[in-house]
């Protein structure tokens, strides 16, 4: 059975600066890895989704994967108090995307 | 843009009792629906998903006979919380997608048991 943790459960980090969110999974097999967002009270969104090794940046998003160490993050740079959310890593093994996971970790952006 | 509309967003009921959730997708065919629950200070869970002309997969520890789904359309899916116990409260998402699009989830239905 396939386990996704993440870390930190929580952080507060100043406007500005740089934020990294941690997600390791156990299942070498898996092959889809996303980060969502949740807003509070609002569904979470799927934020940045990455398929292979590597990195990937979008605008201020950066998705790091290393299949090899189980573990892949994500860095947002110049952290806005918008960012403020919980983040949900998610882990599927195949292509029907059945996605486990992550308990999340509340970020808060303090101005 | 993708919607989906979970309904009812908030609901409480006696414990024994059954409950049922609805979920809508808005301008896209749901091809798959995916049910989640979060239970108190746990991670969602994937309950079952269910894919247009295939049979509805349910999880370990989750199954037809406690949350039976329904998916008549492309557009709509339901899930009942049958004989629902405090051990069955939390919040359950429903996520859609078209193909293999990503999945736009709802704002879910928060079960209260009493």
């Known amino acids: 059975q396939q386990n996704v943790q993440q870390s930190p459960e929580s952080l507060i980090v100043p406007e500005g600066a740089r934020t990294s969110l941690n997600c390791t999974f156990s299942d070498s097999a898996s092959q889809y890895f996303w980060w969502y967002r949740q807003h509070s009270g609002k569904a979470p969104k799927a934020l940045m989704s990455i398929f292979s090794n590597g990195e990937k940046e979008e605008g201020r998003f950066t998705i790091h994967l290393n299949k090899a160490s189980l573990h892949f993050s994500l860095h947002i740079r110049d952290s806005q108090p918008s960012d403020s959310a919980l983040y949900l890593c998610a882990v599927s093994l195949d292509s029907n995307y059945q996605l486990i996971w992550g308990s999340g970790t509340k970020l808060i952006i303090k101005p | 843009g993708a919607l989906v509309y979970q309904y009812p967003r908030r609901t409480i009921c006696k414990s024994g009792t059954s409950m049922r959730m609805e979920c809508q997708a808005v301008g896209f065919q749901a091809t798959s629906v995916a049910w989640y629950r979060q239970s108190p200070q746990k991670t969602f869970e994937l309950i079952a998903l269910?894919?247009?002309?295939?049979?509805?997969?349910?999880e370990q520890n989750f199954t037809q006979e406690k949350f039976p789904i329904s998916h008549p359309n492309l557009s709509f899916s339901s899930m009942t919380v049958l004989n629902a116990y405090l051990e069955d409260r939390g919040l359950y998402l429903c996520?859609?997608?078209?193909?293999?699009?990503?999945?736009?989830f709802g704002s879910g239905t928060r079960l209260l048991v009493i």
């Open positions: 996520g859609a997608r078209l193909q293999n699009s990503d999945y736009t």
């Open positions: 269910s894919t247009v002309n295939s049979a509805i997969k349910y």
